[in-house]
């Protein structure tokens, strides 16, 4: 199936097979397929009566709403470039970003109107500004107007995806100006492919005597493991789902085999697809595939299962033409089992009832909460938004309960408050499936809570940066005794991961160094900054300034490299202070910061920020350290402030903290 746009296909294909189905949710407002990607070609078709032309950029400033996808695909679907804007960011920061981002077009929501004013007026480069609105200014262009004005058509440009942009996302600015991070099409599409990847190495070993039995999950991690397994909506699931359908094929070992990674083998036992990670010794069929083709065949042929048409058209055209002439997808058994096998899956691979919500809350100009939607969209889930522009912990809990959300994507803090409120067993949160985290710091202890609330769900916890398109590592936990702290799990298969000293030599495992990374999804480039760019891509290695160290093949994150408090002779890492403090049932929220001291070099500075209502003393929060970490470690003072500055993902912005508070 050829590829013309790699994300703006998927909506064509969707609207084409599956019109009436829900893309998106937000608040009340419920959005097809069809809808979504009319309402994105009408955009895409006046951006290009205005003289946007492939590789110019768009600056995208919405909160989390339709509007920003809409113009996000409207922009890629003509081959421009997408640059999300911080909606936080005050009018100069705005100004910093058009001017430094090349924009030529400014697509924004009325919220944000005065800011985005201010900052227009001494853009250098803007042609155009787009508001999205109902009292939309006489010299703005009135973004419903212009949708309503062209034409639905479908735009043909042809992307490269090695070469052309797909997105320049720019960084927090937490430690100095935002740099823009340049991602192409390739960067992501690995970043997507690895991510489907890593779940293969947490799947259990083979085991010969249990794959006869009907006993499907030995422990309470494999069993939440093989509950998202056994989703239709999965690549497993589907192809599970069509072996269970057929009454031969559903008696027989089917065996994946990917050719980028390790094997695994699916076979169906009481209704349920069970997964081993493995060859066995006896099997029916193999199938054989490139990972990313497959993932991009079964991208889109999900809609086509949904009609008639679709089968049809598939049985006649696509599947002969992957599986006989492209040979990218093989099968290989006895012939009349590969017909069966391959007619099962044209025909039965999908329910028509099953429907994937995806319920994504950090903001989309942040790299994880864009790659979370992506795959959602890529995927044909639903991806629902709240209503609320900011976190209600309350309507979170609703919209689980009511559209059983089976995804949530949360940073730290988010799930804090969430498993904060206080009625929250009073909704049904069964359906979680996925509990994905990222962004910052996920403790253990949260993590445990977050395991006993949600009974079914498994915590992805994910850790990387913008630079690599953005996640590296994944942390899988499923049950609560086998919680490891700062443990960000296993590198992604396609990724490769050092952890090196000053010198840039490898370390001994239990050491710890700076974690350095090669692979596909390295950014392009720092936009216009070929000196910043220099200075962390070197021989091809990513330096990410993250300290960390391996254990048991696993990874363990310390600190920020520029973070570590040096008192005396020791070596003091803040995140371990704050991992003790947090604990506190009086403590909101808590930064960690060496303060010059005349004796030690540095001594240790604990901000705290404490729970509305709550009172403590300097004293009792440097106690409550006693017995839990070394005394050196301990803080020397204490600052006690209303609000904690955070960045719009909930990471504390410890250089800001240090601006304000680490004076001696």
Not at 61 to 70: G, S
Not at 118 to 140: D, F, Q, R, W, Y
Not at 322 to 327: E, G, P, Q, S, Y
């Amino acid at each position: 199936m050829k590829i013309i746009n790699p994300f703006g296909d998927v909506l064509e294909i969707n609207a084409k097979y599956t019109p009436d189905a829900t893309a998106i949710i937000h608040g009340d407002r419920r959005i097809s397929w069809k809808e979504f990607n009319t309402r994105v070609n009408k955009l895409a078709n006046a951006l290009t009566a205005l003289g946007i032309r492939k590789g110019d950029k768009c600056a995208i400033l919405f909160h989390n709403r339709p509007e920003f996808l809409e113009a996000n695909f409207a922009a890629q679907k003509i081959g421009a470039v997408p640059v999300p804007v911080n909606f936080r960011y005050v009018a100069k920061e705005i100004e910093y970003l058009l001017d430094n981002s090349d924009a030529v077009v400014l697509i924004f929501e009325e919220e944000v109107l005065q800011e985005a004013e201010t900052a227009i007026k001494n853009s250098k480069k803007l042609k155009h500004v787009i508001c999205c609105g109902k009292n939309v200014p006489e010299k703005m262009l009135d973004y419903e107007k212009l949708i309503a004005s062209h034409s639905a058509r479908e735009p043909k440009v042809k992307l490269d995806e090695e070469k052309d942009v797909a997105i320049i996302c720019y960084t927090g600015g937490t430690t100095g100006t935002p740099k823009g991070v340049v991602l192409t099409y390739e960067n992501i599409t690995a970043n997507l492919e690895f991510l489907s990847r890593v779940s293969i190495l947490m799947l259990p070993e083979i085991n010969e005597e249990e794959m006869k039995s009907d006993v499907w999950a030995k422990n309470e991690f494999e069993r939440r493991l093989f509950l998202g397994i056994n989703r239709p909506d999965t690549v497993m699931g589907t192809i599970g789902y069509a072996i269970a359908s057929h009454p031969e094929i559903s008696k027989k070992t089917v065996v994946m085999y990917p050719e980028e990674g390790e094997v695994h083998t699916l076979i169906v036992r009481g209704g349920q697809t069970k997964a081993y990670r493995g060859m066995p010794k006896e099997y029916d069929l193999i199938f054989r595939f490139k990972l990313r083709t497959l993932l991009r065949r079964v991208t889109r042929w999900r809609p086509m299962l949904m009609t008639h048409r679709g089968r049809l058209r598939l049985l006649l055209t696509s599947v002969p033409y992957d599986l006989l002439v492209a040979k990218e997808v093989k099968i290989e058994g006895p012939f009349l089992l590969k017909v069966k096998f391959a007619k099962t899956l044209a025909v039965n691979a999908l329910k028509k009832d099953i429907e994937t919500k995806c319920l994504c809350m950090p903001p989309l100009f942040h790299m994880a909460a864009y790659a979370f939607m992506l795959f959602g969209i890529l995927t044909g889930a639903v991806i629902i938004f709240p209503a609320s522009s900011g976190l209600d912990a309350r309507e979170v809990l609703e919209i689980i309960d009511k559209e059983k959300v089976q995804q949530i994507l949360m940073v730290p803090t988010a799930w804090r408050e969430i498993l904060d409120y206080p009625q929250i067993e009073k909704f049904d949160l069964s359906s979680v499936l996925q509990a994905v985290s990222g962004g910052a710091f996920f403790s253990g202890t949260y993590k445990k809570r977050v395991l006993k609330l949600l009974p079914n769900a498994l915590i992805l916890d994910g850790f990387g940066q913008t630079e690599m398109a953005p996640l590296t590592t994944m942390r899988f936990d499923g049950d609560a005794e086998q919680v490891k702290d700062r443990c960000i799990g296993k590198p992604f298969p396609g990724i490769k991961v050092r952890i090196v000293n000053e010198k840039g030599e490898d370390v001994k495992p239990g050491e710890t160094g700076e974690l350095i990374y090669s692979g596909p999804t390295i950014m392009k480039e720092y936009y216009k900054d070929a000196d910043k760019t220099s200075q962390v891509i070197k021989d091809g290695w990513f330096h990410s300034g993250d300290l960390a160290y391996f254990k048991d093949g696993e990874m363990y994150v310390v600190e920020r490299k520029g973070e570590c408090i040096n008192s005396g002779a020791e070596k003091i890492y803040p995140l371990e202070v704050e991992e003790v403090l947090i604990q506190n049932p009086k403590v909101e929220g808590v930064c960690v910061i060496g303060v010059p001291d005349e004796v030690w070099g540095q001594s240790v500075r604990a901000v705290v920020q404490l729970k509305e209502g709550g009172e403590a003393t300097t004293e009792e929060i440097i106690d409550f350290c006693k017995g839990k970490i070394a005394g050196y470690k301990k803080p020397k003072s204490v600052v006690f402030v209303d609000l904690l500055p955070v960045t719009p993902v909930g990471k504390v912005m410890r250089a800001k903290i240090k601006e304000l508070y680490g004076g001696s």
